[in-house]
Nanobody, 122 residues
Framework: QVQLVESGGGSVQAGESLRLSCVVSGAAIVNYHMAWFRQAPGKEREGVALIKPIGTTIHMESVGGRFTVSRDNAKNTLYPQMNNLRPEDTAMYYC????????????????WGQGTQVTVSS
């Protein structure tokens, strides 16, 4: 059984940083397309970053340059690093795994974590 567990969220001031993590068990992350999504209250879930099995990443335009994702294959863990956070980054952040390809569509992902809350105040 594949499980994803996110952690690292919290409440910060604008301009500060957070490092999230997503620990995957039951499967190797190098075998999956993975992604980070976020969902703010009253809004649709949106993709933040995509990670290919080989490790290539792309980011949503609004976070590019502020957010990066690294991967520790030995620990089967993803680490999104979020810098210069803005109030509009406030959302629940989710890790997702196993899609048929390079996609921003949430319904294409088979496995999801429970999410970790990020709150940014001005």
């Amino acid at each position: 059984q594949v499980q994803l567990v996110e952690s690292g969220g919290g409440s910060v001031q604008a301009g500060e940083s957070l490092r999230l993590s997503c620990v995957v068990s039951g499967a190797a992350i190098v075998n999956y397309h993975m992604a980070w999504f976020r969902q703010a209250p009253g809004k649709e879930r949106e993709g933040v970053a995509l990670i290919k099995p080989i490790g290539t990443t792309i980011h949503m335009e609004s976070v590019g340059g502020r957010f990066t994702v690294s991967r520790d294959n030995a620990k089967n863990t993803l680490y999104p690093q979020m810098n210069n956070l803005r109030p509009e980054d406030t959302a629940m952040y989710y890790c997702a795994a196993d899609s048929p390809g390079w996609t921003w569509e949430p319904s294409d992902y088979k496995y999801w974590g429970q999410g970790t809350q990020v709150t940014v105040s001005s």
